[in-house]
Nanobody
Framework: QVQLVESGGGLVQPGGSLRLSCAAS????????MGWFRQAPGKEREFVAA????????YYADSVKGRFTISRDNAKNTVTLQMNSLKPEDAAVYYC????????????????WGQGTQVTVSS
């Protein structure tokens, strides 16, 4: 079993900052990549950012480039999303996801999802 637990959502004013964290735990053989998606009401879930576990390569949606920073802590199997200069359009439920080789099937990469954390941007 692999679990992803997110933390750090909340209410922030436009222009403010929030930090989201996601910790992976359980029977993990290795992590390939971790990242974040978000889903606003009435919209499809969209990619936000991702980071490679092997070389720390990072990937961002155009809408967040220059404002969001993703980082990882290999020792803690944790990924963090630092969100600065938040806009009302950034409001959404943010979902952590991870591409992991579980110990039970180390030859297969499976995608896991967290439960989601709400980010509200409003004055």
């Amino acid at each position: 079993q692999v679990q992803l637990v997110e933390s750090g959502g909340g209410l922030v004013q436009p222009g403010g900052s929030l930090r989201l964290s996601c910790a992976a735990s359980g029977s993990i053989f290795s992590i390939y990549r971790m990242g974040w998606f978000r889903q606003a009401p009435g919209k499809e879930r969209e990619f936000v950012a991702a980071i490679s576990w092997s070389d720390s390569s990072t990937y961002y949606a155009d809408s967040v480039k220059g404002r969001f920073t993703i980082s990882r802590d290999n020792a803690k199997n944790t990924v963090t999303l630092q969100m600065n200069s938040l806009k009302p359009e950034d409001a959404a439920v943010y979902y952590c996801n991870a591409d992991i080789r579980p110990s039970s099937t180390p030859r297969i990469v499976l995608r896991y999802w967290g439960q989601g954390t709400q980010v509200t941007v409003s004055s």
